[in-house]
């Protein structure tokens, strides 16, 4: 069998404890430690979490730190509109589904994700309820079919 990666930490939102992929997930990574939280917010995971808590002071500790940790979380707003309040950039207005965010665990150089969010989220986030996201899809696909 080949060497797959898997998390050193995971952190699980309550309210998806018992989702069938949180639990599938789990089950990929015995040995793993799993804590869990109440609040999806940033602060409450990295408080949560012993690797991004001892992470070194630097961007690029806590990159590399956050490659280590997953987030499994509820499917909020899965299905969204991306904009920019400002003229920062020209990326025109798009839709977007978001079941992974800062989902890459690789360590490539080159590629512009690695920084993107890593300060203000510094983990793998994975959404669940596929059930609901389903949903949202449906709506979404909905309103651009009239």
């Known amino acids: 069998m080949r060497n797959m990666w898997r998390p050193k930490e995971v952190i699980v939102n309550r ?9 599938y997930f789990l089950g990929q990574c015995p040995g793993v ?4 939280v109440g609040a999806g917010k ?4 990295i408080a ?3 690797i991004l808590k ?3 002071p630097s961007m690029l500790d806590k990159i590399l730190a956050g490659k280590q ?6 499917a909020r ?5 991306f904009t920019m309040p400002d003229d920062r950039m020209v990326c025109p207005h798009f839709e977007r589904l978001k079941l992974a965010s800062n989902g890459c665990f690789y360590q490539c150089d080159w590629c512009y994700l690695k920084l993107t969010y890593r300060a203000a989220f510094p ?5 669940v309820q596929y059930d609901k996201v389903q949903r949202q899809l449906e709506k979404r696909l909905g309103k651009r079919r009239k």
């Open 15 to 23: 309210s998806v404890k018992d989702d069938p992929i949180t639990k």
């Open 54 to 56: 001892n992470s070194g």
């Open 33 to 36: 430690p799993v804590k869990y």
């Open 69 to 74: 940790v997953v987030y499994i979380s509820p």
């Open 42 to 45: 940033s602060k409450d995971i």
């Open 77 to 81: 707003s899965a299905v969204d509109v």
């Open 123 to 127: 983990f793998i986030t994975i959404r």
């Open 48 to 50: 949560a979490s012993d």
